[in-house]
């Protein structure tokens, strides 16, 4: 195969594997068989090795399998600072919170919300530039996170490459925020193999989802059967968002994977309603959760009222 011809190929193996990994985590709904994908992936990764020397591997789906170990993880600035939830503890709270905001917006503007399940997992800031995964942080503290690039990239779920839509061109830098988490099943299953091979149990998904971000080795990272659910898109030049249900929306056409769970109200008191729902429903679901978020749906309304 001459250079031409191969580098060709590599990049159709590289949208035909990315696909295939969309049909399979996104949507639920594969359209090949698994051997059939191992081929695809086999052959990428030996053109890749053929032709290493003109070859970016940085978006390559042949990286999920993890790299060489790291001495360890440096530290990186997040484009925009990770905020902290403020916590409501009773409906009381969260009837000033919708005080709060109706003083602040006067008597002509209503606020509606979207409420979604709040997963007991571990926040991280997904960097793309020009469409492309670049970096991948931990929260941190909220500034400043490590940087787990080579760990988060493992994770099949997480799109290496934004596809473009007819009326967002993606240039520059854009922060995607999520929750990574180990299902309830995962982590029992990772717990039997832990004892199976005389290494310590975690004591719950949370920390096995921590953990299993940050081993220095991505090898063992890629090993552990870690999810993500993504909520916030931040920067990226071009038409913004109006709201935060469309930011869920657009997430979802691209790729990422969003919860089920949210949805858009029109009161605090559907809000509430809302907690109730999810709160009966809490032991049903194949995650930990540990409470609710509500956010104002409005951009412009959440740029007048500042945001924690």
Known sequence: ????????????????????????????????????????????AELELAWADETDLSASPTQRVGAEPLDAFETRPHLTPMLSLANSLTEEDIHEFGRRISSLLGPDQQAAFVVEPKLDGVAVNLIYEDGTLSMGLTRGDGTLGEDISRNLKTIKSIPAVIPPLKDRQLTGPLEVRGEVFLSIEAFKALNRRQEEEGKPTFANPRNAASGSLRQIDPRVSSQR??????????????????????????????????????????????????????EGRRKELPYEIDGMVIKVDSCAQQKLLGAV
Not at 14 to 40: F, G, T, W
Not at 237 to 253: A, M, V
Request: charged residues 30%; negative net charge; proline residues 4%.
């Open 1 to 44: 195969m001459d250079r031409e011809t191969a580098l060709q190929r590599i990049e159709e193996l590289k949208k035909l594997v990315e696909y295939h990994n969309r049909r399979y985590y996104q949507l639920d709904d594969p359209e090949i068989s698994d051997a059939e994908y191992d081929r695809l992936m086999a052959e990428l």
């Open 225 to 278: 059967p870690l999810d993500i659910y993504c909520y916030s898109i931040i920067g990226a030049k071009g038409p913004g968002f109006d709201s935060q249900w469309e930011i869920l929306g657009t997430l979802r056409e691209w790729g990422f994977p969003v919860n089920t769970l949210a949805r858009r109200v029109e009161s605090i008191d559907d809000c509430i309603q809302c907690f109730h729902e999810m």
